[in-house]
């Protein structure tokens, strides 16, 4: 979906749709993090797809505002965002500290991230039909790793197998775009990342049903102090 403009917004929306009933189903404040994933997701697309307009325009590089739009949510708040959404749902415990080590690595993704954005050092550029973005400086490499860590690992420690899941598509989708095309990680996986949170979606869905053969172990209504 990340193939030209009109497919970005045309994903976009269809997300967007998926995103506005996952926030249907919120009944507790700590699920508002995961729930508003999904439509996060959708208004990403529509950034990449202006993005893509101002490519098509004929510029060879582009350095507009929907750049740093897409990567302030790509680079900076995803790393952050999606680990902690996951810890504040689980009870206190050692799943809990372990899924907030992550957050602590997406954090530090995040903020080495930033400074590239902040510098103004970032641009896209098209390759293949593919938007490829760069600035992120010598140590890109380690941030992404960081990056991949934080986001993957997260949900791969959670109680909630859908949200298991959702992290399990994510490994193989990056392993997948990097070795397909690795300069088009952030803009394919991202992507991908959109359309498996129709997962979110079936998490809320189980939770709202009370099926139990959709957790691991320990109940959404667990006690949510700090530990």
Not at 126 to 143: I, K, L, M, P
Not at 218 to 226: F, I, Q, R, S, Y
Request: glycine fraction near 10%.
């Amino acid at each position: 979906m990340c193939f030209s403009a009109e497919a970005d917004f045309v994903s976009g929306a269809v997300i967007g749709a998926i995103g506005i009933a996952t926030l249907t189903q919120v009944e507790r404040p700590r699920e508002l993090p995961l729930a508003i994933l999904p439509l996060a997701f959708a208004l990403h697309q529509v950034a990449e797809g202006f993005v893509w307009r101002d490519l098509d325009s004929g510029v060879a590089r582009s350095t507009g505002v929907p750049v740093y739009l897409y990567l302030a949510f790509a680079w900076v708040v995803l790393p952050i965002l999606a680990p902690f959404a996951i810890m504040i749902l689980e009870p206190p415990g050692r799943r809990r500290r372990v899924i907030g080590g992550f957050v602590v690595l997406g954090a530090i993704a995040g903020a080495y991230l930033a400074a590239a954005i902040v510098r103004g050092d970032v641009s896209a550029h098209a390759v293949e039909h593919t938007v490829q973005y760069g600035g992120a400086g010598q140590f890109a490499t380690a941030a992404t790793a960081l990056y991949i860590i934080a986001t993957c690992g997260a949900p791969l420690c959670s109680g909630f197998r859908a949200i298991v899941w959702f992290g399990v598509a994510n490994v193989v989708a990056v392993a997948a775009f990097a070795t397909v095309q690795a300069e088009g990680l952030t803009s394919l996986w991202c992507t991908w990342a959109a359309v498996v949170s129709v997962l979110i979606f079936m998490q809320f869905v189980f939770w709202r049903r009370g099926d139990d053969r959709e957790r691991t172990g320990h109940e959404l209504d667990a006690p949510v102090t700090a530990t």
